[in-house]
Nanobody, 126 residues
Framework: QVQLVESGGGLVQPGGSLRLSCAASGSIFSINAMGWYRQAPGNQRELFAAITSSGSTKYADSVKGRFTISRDNAKNTVYLQMNSLKPEDTAVYYC????????????????????WGQGTQVTVYS
């Protein structure tokens, strides 16, 4: 009913940049907060960047000043611009969205739920 599709991961050298996108589709009534998580091998998934529906942002100290989260509400899409990448940024990156979803297309009745993208690999190698 609702899908979050990520794109933009890949291989990059230290100091390089990547831009991730996450587009939400389906019977979406509205999108509340959106966030980016990452999970490195052997580690738990961690939230490192979040953005509210009004555009307020918050970052983990590990990415502050290097990563920028943004969103295009008209496109139901959240972005992550990653600059000055380091080997320790290597992980699978996941987007997450807190949504109000219509029970069916055109319905005025909605429910609240939490959705995840499929994940995209980011590898920073030297």
């Amino acid at each position: 009913q609702v899908q979050l599709v990520e794109s933009g991961g890949g291989l990059v050298q230290p100091g390089g940049s990547l831009r991730l996108s996450c587009a939400a589709s389906g019977s979406i009534f509205s999108i509340n907060a959106m966030g980016w998580y990452r999970q490195a091998p052997g580690n738990q998934r961690e939230l490192f960047a979040a953005i509210t529906s009004s555009g307020s942002t918050k970052y983990a100290d590990s990415v502050k000043g290097r990563f920028t989260i943004s969103r295009d509400n008209a496109k139901n899409t959240v972005y992550l611009q990653m600059n000055s990448l380091k080997p320790e940024d290597t992980a699978v990156y996941y987007c997450n969205a807190d949504l109000l979803v219509r029970y069916y297309s055109g319905s005025s009745k909605v429910f609240k739920d939490d959705y995840w993208g499929q994940g995209t690999q980011v590898t920073v190698y030297s």
